[in-house]
């Protein structure tokens, strides 16, 4: 999503030389554009479950050479990530992709609360509590009147024949999903919990729900067409694509369409003098 809005605003500034990337390290694994003209600064921040992770080296890596890390504290919000925040004038939040057995070792001794790690919990009492989390901490340090907040909801992913690690693709859709069918979400529960939660803040939140949006696109995906493969390395890619992400120009542009008419109705700050 942030890709595409940067591409997005970059294609309507007319000075691109007024618009520049600052250099330099940064104490979060983030990136960021900034337009001179017009006083503004695009910034991704990578948590990817909004929360703290403890002993996370170089901000979650996906490398299996290095360490994973030990616990997330599902009561502490990710406190690097969130000193970012505060100044704010749009916030955009999005958790769940990372919500799943692979990536929180099956819940097994790694959730955490104050000093107690649960030797077991199911991913989707952490969720709630993550979440809970993240809602009191929006609730006591964002200005309402300042910062509008909105939370993009799930995307979903389109394997056949397995998840990404065990031989699903979707390498052979073609077209987007034209069946009358009725759409049902595939995790109920967890986007249960977040509409839930959501209808809790007292911050005011816009929530944008893209769950139904993405359904239909299972032929949005990167697959294994990401790059120009070899064809030793196309063999290779075939057992591990990438249905779950999304393909530029694509889908995400849609999204952001959405944020941006999302931000017009809201009529806060700039976009009420529109």
């Known amino acids: ?28 694994e983030s990136r960021g554009d900034m337009s001179l003209d017009y006083n503004c600064t695009v910034v991704f921040v990578w948590t990817a479950f909004l929360v703290e992770e403890t002993n996370s080296p170089v901000r979650r890596s996906q490398t299996a050479s290095k360490p994973k890390p030990k616990t997330l504290r599902l009561d502490v919000i990710d406190e690097v990530a969130s000193s970012v925040y505060r100044d704010a004038d749009i916030l955009v939040f999005g958790s769940w ?9 099956n819940g097994i001794n790694y959730f955490q609360e104050g000093d107690y790690l649960y030797p077991k919990m199911e991913i989707d009492k952490a969720y709630k509590k993550a979440l809970n989390t993240w ?6 340090h964002i200005d309402a009147n300042k910062t509008q907040v909105l939370f993009r909801g799930h995307s979903l992913s389109h394997y056949v024949g397995g998840r990404w690690n065990t031989g699903g693709h979707c390498h052979l859709e073609r077209e987007p999903i034209m069946s009358n069918e009725t759409y049902v979400h595939p995790s109920p529960s967890q986007a249960k919990i977040l509409e839930d939660v959501l209808g809790r803040t007292k911050t005011p939140v816009m929530y944008l729900n893209i ?42 542009d849609t999204w952001n369409e959405l944020l941006y008419a999302s931000l017009l109705k809201a009529g806060k700050g700039s976009f009420g003098r529109l």
């Open 211 to 252: 769950s139904k949006l993405t359904y239909y696109r299972s032929d949005g995906h990167p697959s294994l067409y990401a790059k120009n493969y070899t064809a030793k390395e196309r063999i290779a890619v075939l057992e591990i694509q990438d249905c779950s992400h999304w393909c530029l120009p694509g889908v995400a």
């Open 135 to 140: 809602r009191r901490w929006i609730d006591k």
């Open 1 to 28: 999503m942030y890709v595409s809005l940067v591409c997005i605003l970059w294609n309507v500034i007319p000075d691109k030389s007024r618009v520049f990337r600052p250099t330099g390290s940064t104490p979060f």
């Open 97 to 105: 992709h990372w919500w799943v057995k692979a990536k929180t070792n």
